[in-house]
């Protein structure tokens, strides 16, 4: 019962927070930066902390200068920041850290091919989303390198994605899916030991105590985990497997490519992309009390075509920033 309720908050949230954008404009009037630009004593403040989060260094001497007689503005010092060398490896560090090794990784597999594509979209300025829709993926050289020979879908289609969390039916996959890429958790039940219920999908859809979980229309393990029925253990593509349909909220598709496009246009998606940078940057998840902020963050982050630069740059010089 605390598990349902628990769900139910968060997709309330979800909602919340994915309330439709109106409006174009990015009106000057909410500016974040627009109500610091006047202070230079509280510029200086934010400017510190940007430097420490954004390049894990102090700020330069004769930037402080600059802030302090107005001359640089937050705005440009965001820039300064968000092209240079130092914020190149502090962001792969934030992507790195998303993808850890677990008990079933290979040692062979290529732990950081996630991180590199997420990398890789963020420093060219791509539509974020690629980061689930890709039909590349980015060797260690940097480079992009297109996948013809199989279905690909950005991270989803890596080999660390799709060996390092299987369990069976790749419910655990599933899971790690949901948390990660919408948001969404549930707690998977601690089965007694000698437990005899059916973990088939048609037991588990027919026991009452696991369908709720399980076969639930918009968020449902086991109709999750088929996008990606056609793998094996070891994360490679079954010889002659045609994906079964599968669905994730309340959209169907057939394998990782649909499960890409479907989750990428959610708002579910967006909202974990705006906590995704707001964590590392404020050191906590938003809270539910952020609606509006959230709203301000995705729309500017929606208007730029989803680059994730922009969004960055507005959470650093946002009000909230500097005073957290
Ligand atoms: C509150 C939601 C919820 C309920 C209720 C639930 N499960 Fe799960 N179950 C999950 C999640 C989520 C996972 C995926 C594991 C993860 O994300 O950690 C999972 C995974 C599983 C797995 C795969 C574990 C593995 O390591 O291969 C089995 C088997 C399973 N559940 C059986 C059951 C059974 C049997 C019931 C009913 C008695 C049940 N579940 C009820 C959420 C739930």
């Known amino acids: 019962m605390r598990i349902q309720s628990a769900i139910t908050s968060l997709l309330a949230l979800g909602a919340c927070m994915g309330s439709p954008e109106v409006g174009t404009g990015m009106g000057s009037g909410s500016s974040p930066s627009g109500a610091t630009q006047t202070n230079p004593v509280s510029d200086l403040v934010c400017a510190r902390k940007m430097a420490l989060d954004l390049t894990h260094d102090s700020i330069a001497a004769e930037d402080i200068a600059k802030v302090e007689r107005g001359e640089l503005s937050l705005d440009k010092l965001a820039d300064q920041y968000l092209a240079s060398p130092q914020f190149e490896a502090v962001s792969f560090d934030w992507m790195r850290s998303e993808f850890p090794p677990t008990a079933l990784t290979n040692e062979m597999t290529d732990i950081e091919e996630p ?5 890789h979209v963020l420093m060219q300025d791509r539509d974020w989303r690629e980061i689930l829709t890709a039909t590349y993926t980015v060797d260690a050289m940097g480079a992009e390198v297109p996948i013809a020979d199989r279905p690909a879908a950005g991270i989803i289609s890596t080999k660390y994605s799709l060996q390092s969390t299987v369990g069976s039916y790749r419910r655990n996959w599933a899971g790690r899916f949901e948390r990660q890429f919408a948001g969404i958790t549930l707690v998977a ?8 219920s059916d973990v088939s999908p048609d037991g ?10 399980h076969v639930h229309p918009t968020y449902g393990i086991d109709p999750l985990a088929k996008f990606a029925e056609c793998y094996d253990d070891d994360g490679a593509r079954k010889a002659g497997c ?3 349909e599968a669905s994730f909220l309340l959209q169907t598709g057939n394998g990782l490519a649909d499960l890409g496009r479907i989750a990428a246009h959610t708002n579910e998606f967006k909202s974990q992309s705006v906590n995704f940078f707001f964590k590392r940057l404020f050191g906590r998840d938003l809270a539910k009390q952020e609606g509006a902020f959230y709203t301000e963050a995705a729309k500017s982050f929606t208007a730029s075509g989803f680059k994730a630069r922009t969004l960055i740059k507005f959470l650093v010089t946002s009000e909230g920033y500097c005073a957290r």
């Open 189 to 196: 039940v601690t089965l007694p030991p000698g437990d005899m």
């Open 204 to 213: 588990l859809a027919s026991n009452p105590n696991c369908a709720g979980c």
């Open 242 to 244: 045609v994906d079964p």
């Open 115 to 119: 991180a590199r594509i997420m990398h």
